[in-house]
């Protein structure tokens, strides 16, 4: 028992994954009133929304070189044997039960980055991948006539395509916004699709990896983090390097109209962002998107 078994056992990440599907089932169908979403949602054209383009933060393109040009002066001029030998004596206490906070600082004093700090702990432990809390989550959305067509149009288009549909949800880069992705891979199974998902902060070619490995039939991105154009391009072109271009990628977050309008020209097939709030129909423009790339009628 206790909060740490919950959080180790996934239990906890499970209840919420399920609270989160449960309150969406009651707005869908109005049992919860949100005001703009499903009640009073006719209004005069509002200041506030005349530029979003210009009021939603995206990354500043040159963050990303600039802080890779700091870390690469930083490493080129520390003394680089000891750095080396302070990361093979950590890499080495890790192995014990000996406290790890000397051989860290020690490490820190000899100039080592916390990426390689991070690195020498992962060949030690490996990669924890906490619990995504989908798996377990059943039966929140009930099989109304809107899910039930989405339902059908799924394992037609399986059918015609030789096997179950397969849905692979990504979250890449540094956002830890997970709810929205994780909500995504819920209905989408409840559809009736095979859903891959693998939790946050995943780079690009993992996703890719992940992609050719489980043979999926769609790839959909989640991204709050402002990051998008950055990374869908090396999304899409991991996919094209890997033959895979007859799966359609789809994309969705918190994206300025104009920016989602960049990536459909750099090859996305569908954006959607916090107004597309009908999951079901989402579900269906998805399907929509994998009969084109498989050059099926619409």
Known sequence: GGAVAAVESGYMKQALVTSHAERRAKIEDGEIKIVGVNSYV????????????????????E???NAIADVQKWRSERDQAAVDAALAALSQAAGTDENLMEATLNAVRAGATVGEWSMTLRG????????TGVSGVTGVVEAGVELTAVREKV????????????????????????????????RARDA???VI????????????????AEDVS???LSILSGSHMELVPDVIKGLKDAGMTDVPV???????????????????????????????????????EIRKANGLSV
């Open 42 to 61: 006719e209004t005069e054209p509002s200041p506030l929304t005349a530029d979003l383009d210009g009021a939603i933060m995206v990354a500043d393109p």
């Open 124 to 131: 030690v432990f490996g990669e924890y991948r906490a619990p």
């Open 218 to 220: 769609v790839v959909g």
């Open 155 to 186: 394992k037609a288009t399986g059918e015609e395509l030789g096997g179950r549909l397969r849905f692979l949800v990504g979250k890449p880069g540094l956002d830890g916004h997970s709810n929205g992705a994780e909500q995504v891979a819920v």
């Open 192 to 194: 009736g699709f095979e």
């Open 250 to 288: 789809i994309v969705g977050g918190i994206i300025p109209e104009s920016d989602g309008r960049r990536l459909e020209e750099a090859g996305v097939a569908a954006v959607f962002t916090p107004k597309d709030f009908g999951m079901n129909d989402i579900m269906s423009r998805v399907v929509d």
């Open 197 to 212: 998902y693998q939790g946050i902060r995943l780079t690009p070619d993992e996703i890719v990896a992940a992609a050719v």
């Open 63 to 65: 963050a990303e070189a």
